[in-house]
């Protein structure tokens, strides 16, 4: 049997070695290929596979990337094996994509090999995580980080878009709130983490693998 999987990046160059990768072995097939998550999701509701490969952060299209992504394909493929590919290293996004149904978190920094490994063990309800992210979610209870600590999964959320160059309208949008949510949101997170100006907020997101 043949193990079919859509892989999704927004960079045709990580595409093209993650399907030289999966299909090194000739036990998997790439049956299709995404830029954003508009796509992705479109070509989910009509091409069958076995497992979706895709990058946690894919600037670009209405139904957006990360965590909102991965709600929006367990909800329309609840079934479906989920593996993503991320360069975050911050141990409570990466619990999250564990949490919201990712079945594998590979590394993208780690050998491309990596990703098939990951896609047969999704595919036989195995999770698998690169040496680097599981170092992070066994890390996850330490408290290193109090005031990171207190900040909730959407408030992290509006602060990775943000420092990655989306405005405040751009993201409520993205995310399906209103721009006076996402203003609070990002002013909690600030105010939470002791930060008055948008620099601070960008290095402290860079220094702690959010962005």
Do not use: W
């Not at 079945?103 to 491309?112: E, N, Q, T, V, Y």
């Amino acid at each position: 049997m043949v193990l079919r999987t859509i892989i999704a990046d927004d960079h045709p160059v990580v595409l093209m070695g993650a399907r030289a990768a999966l299909e090194a072995g000739g036990d998997i097939e790439v049956v299709g290929e995404a830029h954003d998550g508009d796509q992705l999701l479109a070509l989910l509701s009509m091409q069958p596979c076995d497992v979706v490969i895709s990058d946690f952060s894919m600037p670009g299209g209405r139904h957006g990337d990360g965590l909102l992504l991965i709600d929006h394909i367990r909800r329309r493929h609840p079934r479906l094996p989920i593996v993503m590919l991320t360069m975050m290293n911050n141990a409570a996004v990466l619990q999250a994509m564990r949490i919201r149904g990712a079945m594998g978190i590979c590394d993208k920094r780690a050998p491309l090999r990596e990703v098939a490994v990951a896609a047969r063990h999704a595919y036989f309800g195995r999770p698998f995580y690169s040496d680097s992210i599981r170092a992070q979610l066994d890390a996850d209870g330490l408290p290193a980080d109090a005031a990171h600590a207190r900040l909730s999964l959407r408030e992290l959320e509006v602060v990775r878009l943000y420092v990655g160059g989306q405005s405040i309208t751009a993201i409520a949008e993205r995310l399906n709130r209103s721009v006076k949510t996402v203003s609070r949101q990002k002013r909690d997170a600030m105010r939470k983490l002791g930060l008055v100006h948008d620099g601070q907020l960008s290095e402290y997101a860079r220094d702690r693998g959010i962005a």
